[in-house]
């Protein structure tokens, strides 16, 4: 059985993929910005005998990442999860915008990757199943933001296979279409966005 470290953990894939491996006999570390809203998650894992323990992790932070991911050799299997989307047209998203979809999207996993990958060379293995999404794959109206940030997670997802494949090191890319989770109500709009010509435009194409 595997030690599983995956980002945030406290709704949706993250939060599933935390019990489910769990159940499966694997010790599971689910981190999260707020570990608060991990409380229902830890009841549930206690109730179950399950072994999963809740742990604090803003994948935008570099000090926050650099203390939960402390000691590389603990973990086996890296799940980089965590993320949200941006949603507007692309004239409606500004610089400071853009930057909070990449660099949760983006940046967040670049830096959890970088924080074990020296040991895991050197342990000679180790698996990082980095979370895309169809929008990886095709751009759809509205979602350019996001879109371009799941583009770049698998460009470097794929660059990375083959840089650490001779280590022993696997890299997987897992692209979801749309799930009746949470992440639907945590999206990200300009403040342009409401009442826009275009989120008319959006809706009636989501509507199509």
């Known amino acids: 059985m595997a030690t599983i470290l995956i980002t945030g953990s406290n709704s949706g894939f993250g939060r599933l993929a935390s019990l489910t491996l769990a159940r499966g006999g694997h010790d599971v570390i689910a981190t999260m910005r707020t570990p608060s809203k ?7 894992a206690d109730d179950e005998g399950l072994s999963i323990e809740i742990r604090h992790l ?24 965590a993320g949200f989307e941006v949603e507007g047209a692309i004239e409606q998203i500004d610089d400071s915008l853009m930057w909070r979809q990449l660099d949760t999207n983006v940046m967040g996993p670049l830096r959890t990757m970088r924080a074990v990958l020296p040991a895991w060379s050197e342990r000679g293995s180790g698996v990082i199943v980095n979370v ?21 997670l698998e460009a470097m997802s794929e660059s990375l296979n083959f840089e650490v494949g001779q280590s022993g090191i696997r890299v ?25 010509d275009q989120e008319r435009r959006a809706m009636a194409f989501r509507e199509a």
């Open 38 to 44: 991990g409380e229902d998650l830890q009841r549930l």
């Open 58 to 81: 803003d994948v935008t932070d570099p000090a926050s990442v650099e203390a939960c991911l402390a000691d590389p050799h603990e973990i086996d299997v890296l799940v980089n999860n």
């Open 172 to 196: 997987h890319l897992i692209e979801p279409g749309r799930f009746t989770t949470s992440f639907l109500g945590n999206k990200v709009r300009p403040e342009s966005w409401a009442g826009s």
């Open 132 to 152: 895309s999404s169809i929008a990886g794959r095709v751009g759809s109206p509205y979602a350019g933001a996001y879109s371009a940030s799941k583009y770049a």
